[in-house]
């Protein structure tokens, strides 16, 4: 089993839709998760981060933590042609094996058309 | 600041050709990573150094070495290129031990035929 479990998609929504990206960790020493963009031939950027269970919000986009049943969620709404690309969700551990060590999701390639 | 830069962007190798991927960060960043990138696969860790001269293998090690001589550089090397190592591979850094966040390089794609 995969620590952490993405769906690739790909997945292709109109301009305007909502958009929810969801992983799921097997870990529980993971603490922290994080929301990764990468776009085209590009390096991964961070673009959420967040610690306890709950929801942070920024901008359009929302990251979700159910620590309870080990679920990560990123929520983007009136999506834009400027949000296609691929999306990692990652986590990081305090302690044990996963010290100082990001583990990514497969990552969801995702398409915003006109 | 430049932040990570990666060198060279693009290159084929032939099978049991060795190469170095060089990756330097300009932030006085401790800790520094290795990703391989395959498609669907997402970020698998290669090697990874928490300072200069301390290394520590990653996921996904065999086949690579590194070394960190200095704080700015971590070099990884492929001693006999297999198809298998065909892949876009990212170079990351960050700061401390804590959860901050990565800062990725713009990647080096290789193709080993």
């Known amino acids: 089993q995969k620590e952490v479990e993405q769906d690739p998609g790909p997945l292709s929504v109109p301009e305007g839709a909502i958009v929810s990206l969801n992983c799921t960790y097997s870990?529980?020493?993971?603490?922290?998760f994080m929301w990764y963009r990468q776009y085209s031939r590009k390096g991964p950027e961070l673009l959420m981060y967040t610690y306890s269970s709950g929801n942070k919000e920024d901008g359009r986009f929302t990251a979700q933590v159910d620590k309870s049943s080990k679920y990560i969620s990123l929520f983007i709404r009136d999506s834009q042609p400027s949000d296609s690309a691929t999306y990692l969700c990652a986590t990081w551990g305090a302690g044990g094996t996963s010290y100082g060590k990001l583990t990514f999701g497969q990552g969801t390639i995702l398409t915003v058309h006109p | 600041n430049a932040g990570v830069t990666q060198t060279p962007k693009f290159r084929i190798l032939k099978i049991g050709q060795s190469m170095t991927l060089q990756c330097t960060q300009d932030?006085?960043?401790?800790?520094m990573y290795w990703y391989r990138q395959d498609p669907g696969m997402g970020l698998k860790l290669i090697y990874y150094?928490?300072?200069?001269?301390?290394?520590d293998k990653g996921e996904v090690p065999n086949g690579y070495n590194v070394s960190r001589s200095t704080t700015e550089d971590f070099p990884l090397r492929l001693e006999l290129a297999a198809p298998s190592q065909t892949s876009v591979y990212f170079c990351a850094s960050r700061e401390g031990g804590g959860a901050g966040e990565q800062f990725f390089g713009p990647g080096t794609r290789l193709t080993v035929l």
């Open positions: 932030m006085n960043h401790n800790y």
């Open positions: 870990n529980s020493a993971f603490q922290y």
């Open positions: 150094s928490v300072g200069a001269g301390i290394t």
